[in-house]
């Protein structure tokens, strides 16, 4: 199938929020005024005549009313940047044009604005990983680590916490999020965290609260939406779960979260860190594994 981009656009998206340097304008929000234009790869959409395929213009627009009205700003400059960032999140845009107008911004004049254009360094998405153990767990999310990094390559870990149990009554957890850059389809990493949790040990039962020696789970791809038999992306849970919700947060606090259509500032104003136990030095090690992959074990790079 042939690709093509399509333009689509956003005119007079208005916004409030904090916006300014004065002491003044830090005290209560102000209306901004924004327009956008992406340019995606809509050619799948198209064919199928699917919204699920296609960049959804009322999600861009829910998306950037939740994160901009929940981020303080100074500059025009940094939201225009910020919310092109938002939009860059489904890996299906290529590029994007944000023009952020300030009304009265200047005495005498109509608004002040500022425009920026952004672009897509490449076409990989961010996928965001749950990484949990609560039997030897040291050892097991180690490990975990270690495969992960053969799989896909380099990749950002989050803070390791030290959880509670859920229910209580077993040994505790050790939590953390990764993030990985891929371009192989959200059900294909799920079959490689599937045979990555039967290589470590995972037995499934009925009981979906038993200990395990590793749990991983795809919580966020991109800007997809997926809910079906196989897959349901983004992972509900996660404005529920403080060991979900703070890590993300911890690795893109410009995320957005699909499907919710609302950014992981305004979800983790509500969550509480109680019961969670950051682990520092545990934490630095992992990262230093992270770090350094096996080219010949890369599969990504042959996707």
Known sequence: MSSSLFKISIRGLKVKTIIGVKPSERVKQQEVVIDVDLWADLSRGVAGDSIEC????????????SYVGNVDFKLIETLADRVAKVCLQDHR???????VEKPGALTGAEA???????SRASR?????????????????????IVRLVNEFGPLEVSTVYLTEPIP???????????RVKTALSPLSVKKILRGIEDELGRVRSSDKYAPRTIDLDLIVYGNLV?????LTIPDPEIANRPFLAIPLFELEPDLVIPGLNKSIRELVKGISNVGMKPLPEYTRELRKIAMHANPQQDKCTTA
């Open 54 to 65: 296609t960049v959804d213009y009322k999600v861009i627009k829910d998306e950037l009313i």
């Open 93 to 99: 845009v290529r590029m994007v044009r944000v023009r």
């Open 112 to 118: 002040a604005s500022v425009e920026v254009v952004r």
């Open 124 to 144: 990989l998405a961010d996928a965001f990983i749950a990484v949990g153990s609560n039997i030897d767990p040291g050892q097991n999310v180690k490990r975990a």
């Open 168 to 178: 209580e009554g077993q040994p505790p957890y050790y939590n953390c999020v990764v």
């Open 226 to 230: 997926i809910k079906n038999s196989e």
